[in-house]
């Protein structure tokens, strides 16, 4: 045999091991496994993490699987709810592999099923409640959505961790009718509220009042902390309200408007003021023309 074609053989040697050295050895990183097909047909475990070895040539075949947690936007859906109201809502889901074997065989594309599967249920669930439901009971039809969408997956080797419908949009007229609404109900809970306090408050003067007539003096303490109090502040006034009782007593010591109560005549009544029918009547009555 000549030097040339042992120069020959032991290149292909060389190369032939090399792509067996190629297929044979793979990595996976911590967070991945791998499925084996040889020949075509599954092995009973996944492999990895780390370095592991496969038949070369392509007797051994691998798909490598992710382990992580995936969040999955759900996109927004058209709905109608249980009370006749049009909206538009999405939602995330969280979900993982962990039957790496069955999310490659049983199903094509699990993330991709997963998606439809979240979208189908997503617009089924939130079309049984109605808006205020729905509105009110966020954390209850998340529970319900994950539990739904996990018994789909269950079969697939993915596990669906969490479910959160992320917005409600709801048209623009609804929107204003709910606002409208909120501000009347605030209003008439203020007016409860100011009906309340006036309430307790008339019990209270009520109350002050009846221990004010039964201590006369209460009254006159009353009268002078407002005239500190007012005192107090920058005024260049100072009101001084006089009791009538005063004023009464003043009269009668003043002598004002005299009568049988102080001693005195009373004065007579003006006349009548005369007029042109009053001297035809008087002339008549003499006998002579007025």
Do not use: C
Not at 279 to 284: D, M, T, Y
């Amino acid at each position: 045999m000549s030097t040339g074609v042992v120069v020959l053989l032991v290149i292909a040697v060389l190369v032939l091991v090399g792509i067996a050295l190629a297929t044979m050895i793979q990595v996976l990183q911590e967070y991945e496994r791998g499925v084996i097909f040889r020949l075509g047909r599954v092995l009973g475990r996944p492999k990895g993490p780390g370095l592991i070895l496969m038949l070369p040539f392509g007797i051994d075949r691998i798909r490598k699987v992710n382990m992580q947690v995936v969040a999955m936007n759900v996109p927004p859906q058209d709905v109608i709810t249980k009370d006749n109201i049009t909206m538009q809502v999405d939602a995330v889901v969280y979900s993982r592999v962990v039957e790496p074997i069955r999310a490659v065989v049983e199903v094509q594309n699990y993330l991709f099923a997963t998606s439809q599967s979240s979208q189908t249920n997503l617009r089924g669930v939130i079309g049984k409640y109605e808006l205020d439901t729905l509105l009110a009971e966020r954390e209850r039809i998340n529970r319900e959505l994950q539990q739904i969408i996990a018994r789909v997956t269950y079969d697939w080797g993915v596990e669906v961790q969490s479910v959160q419908v992320k917005d409600v949009e709801l048209p623009d007229e609804l929107r204003r009718a709910m606002a409208r609404e909120a501000e009347a109900d605030r209003d008439a809970r203020a007016l409860q509220i100011a009906a309340a306090a006036e309430l307790k408050a008339s019990r209270m003067l009520a109350d002050a009042a009846a221990v004010m007539a039964q201590y006369p003096g209460a009254m006159q303490l009353r009268f002078l902390q407002t005239v500190a109090e007012v005192a107090t502040e920058k005024n260049s006034t100072l009101v001084m309200p006089i009791p009538v009782e005063l004023l009464s007593v003043l009269g009668k010591v003043g002598g004002v408007g005299g009568g049988p109560d102080d001693g005195r005549p009373a004065m007579p009544p003006p006349p009548p003021a005369s007029g042109p029918d009053d001297g035809r009547a008087s002339g008549e009555e003499n006998g002579r023309p007025g």
